[in-house]
């Protein structure tokens, strides 16, 4: 078991100094190759849940992982802007990180243990994953709000699930929580600049 937590914590900063960077290089890639690149990241989710000895948290797949999904968010964050304005998305991305920390508190402090969520969690994985790509076909307004706010919800469950982990000494590599941790927070700030743009006022 490992104890050192802050080793996750560098390797959490590491991989959002990656995601930063490629976020950054993002700006450069053509728009027709983010689509492209958006399947290839959805290839690794599906096959890192099917397929046995493929893990999306691995050394080398995590880092192709962390560039890629920073190459397609340059286009996400800059839809935002432009369509509400930098300082709205810095607020945004603010209480995104407020939620982590508030969660990831009550994961620490008040819950004693909770490693019985991870089957909970990881259904509810397969849920938002279906449901996302059957959306994707049939594009429901309703359904892509009901995606939204369950992605958030899950997000925030894997979050104090993830806390609750390092608090109990349940996790054997720094490397992987850190990335884990990346991810939560990474994918809480999303939803909420969904949910933003859903009921945001534009400029």
Do not use: C
Request: charged share 15%; net charge positive; glycine share 8%.
């Amino acid at each position: 078991m490992v104890r050192d937590h802050g080793k996750v914590w560098l390797f959490f900063i590491y991989y959002w100094i990656i995601f930063g960077l490629s976020t950054y290089f993002g700006q450069f890639l053509p728009s027709e190759w983010r689509p492209s690149l958006s399947a290839a990241i959805f290839v690794i989710i599906m096959i890192s849940l099917f397929v046995r000895g493929f893990n999306r948290s691995g050394l080398i797949i995590s880092h192709v992982y962390a560039i890629l999904i920073g190459l397609v968010s340059y286009g996400t964050f800059e839809s935002f802007i432009n369509e509400f304005d930098e300082r709205i998305f810095y607020q945004v991305v603010l209480i995104g990180v407020i939620v982590f920390i508030f969660f990831g508190i009550i994961g620490y402090f008040l819950l004693k243990d909770i490693s019985s969520w991870g089957r909970i969690l990881f259904a509810g994985l397969l849920v938002l994953i279906f449901s996302s790509l059957l959306n994707f076909f049939i594009q429901l307004e309703w359904l892509a709000f009901g995606i939204t706010v369950f992605g958030l919800l899950l997000y925030i469950g894997y979050t104090m699930y993830d806390f609750n982990r390092m608090k109990n000494k349940k996790y054997s590599n720094a490397r992987v929580m850190g990335f884990n941790l990346f991810m939560d927070l990474l994918l809480i700030i999303k939803r909420i600049l969904q949910l933003y743009r859903r009921f945001g006022n534009k400029r």
